[in-house]
């Protein structure tokens, strides 16, 4: 069973995401301002540290305290920046924190992480992106911190693909679909425990260093840059 890191599980895809991982019998590290009650039901092979993935600072204490190996790391914590929708109405502090928590926070756990992941089996890094996130795909505007902030998610990425390739690692930027999530809406095709479903198959059985650098689906297809 593999050890893996994953953060955004307190609802929606992550805490399916979180469910999948630990009914099929993995040890999954959480970091996050909460996580769902039942996940302690699963004793030691859950561990939750708990942190506001907008505050930088807490986080490099947090993530530099985790010395055990890891296999993959999962980064599914997201921030839609309602407040910082169109470009004319802006909040400031809003579009910072979708930064902070969709772009700074994943580079943050990636680079002191490292170590653990050094030491896991896998080297896996997975980014849960969006196809809000592609720039040949916006014609419509708006989602503004949340488009800007995933597509240097996205660039990020790719920084690390390129860097760390050579070391044996593999990093992803993933679409996890359109989810009846409160940030995808009743309407979204997609049921949390399918997405959830979809997401643990690429990451335990498509997942490798043949889909390094790349921005895709859950069935590892490409998407537009």
């Given at each position: 069973?593999?050890?893996?890191?994953?953060?955004?599980?307190?609802?929606?895809?992550?805490?399916?995401?979180?469910?999948?991982?630990?009914?099929?019998?993995?040890?999954?590290?959480?970091?996050?301002?909460?996580?769902?009650?039942?996940?302690?039901?699963?004793?030691?092979?859950?561990?939750?540290?708990?942190?506001?993935?907008?505050?930088?600072?807490?986080?490099?204490?947090?993530s530099r305290a985790i010395t055990t190996p890891l296999d993959s790391l999962i980064c599914s914590a997201a921030d839609f920046g309602s407040d910082a929708y169109l470009l004319d109405q802006f909040v400031n502090?809003?579009?910072?924190?979708?930064?902070?928590?969709?772009?700074?926070?994943?580079?943050i756990l990636a680079r002191d992480l490292k170590p653990q992941l050094e030491e896991g089996a896998r080297r896996h890094i997975v980014f849960m992106s969006t196809g809000n996130a592609s720039l040949s795909g916006?014609?419509?505007?708006?989602?503004?911190?949340?488009?800007?902030?995933?597509?240097?998610?996205?660039?990020?990425?790719?920084?690390?693909?390129?860097?760390?390739?050579?070391?044996?690692?593999?990093?992803?930027?993933?679409?996890?679909?359109?989810?009846?999530?409160?940030?995808?809406?009743?309407?979204?095709?997609?049921?949390?425990?399918?997405?959830?479903?979809?997401?643990?198959?690429?990451?335990?059985?498509?997942?490798?260093?043949?889909?390094?650098?790349?921005?895709?689906?859950?069935?590892?297809?490409?998407?537009?840059?």
């Open positions: 069973m593999s050890r893996v890191l994953i953060t955004g599980v307190s609802r929606g895809i992550g805490e399916g995401l979180l469910r999948r991982y630990l009914e099929g019998g993995h040890e999954v590290d959480v970091i996050g301002r909460s996580a769902p009650g039942w996940a302690a039901d699963h004793g030691a092979r859950f561990r939750f540290h708990a942190c506001d993935l907008a505050d930088v600072d807490a986080l490099v204490e947090v502090a809003a579009f910072v924190r979708a930064f902070a928590v969709n772009c700074i926070a994943p580079a916006n014609a419509s505007g708006e989602m503004l911190a949340y488009r800007t902030s995933k597509s240097a998610l996205n660039q990020l990425m790719r920084n690390i693909a390129a860097e760390w390739g050579p070391q044996g690692f593999a990093t992803v930027a993933l679409n996890p679909g359109w989810v009846r999530t409160d940030m995808g809406g009743e309407n979204a095709p997609l049921s949390v425990e399918e997405a959830a479903t979809e997401i643990y198959v690429f990451c335990e059985d498509l997942m490798g260093e043949a889909l390094n650098g790349r921005f895709c689906n859950t069935d590892g297809s490409d998407l537009p840059w």
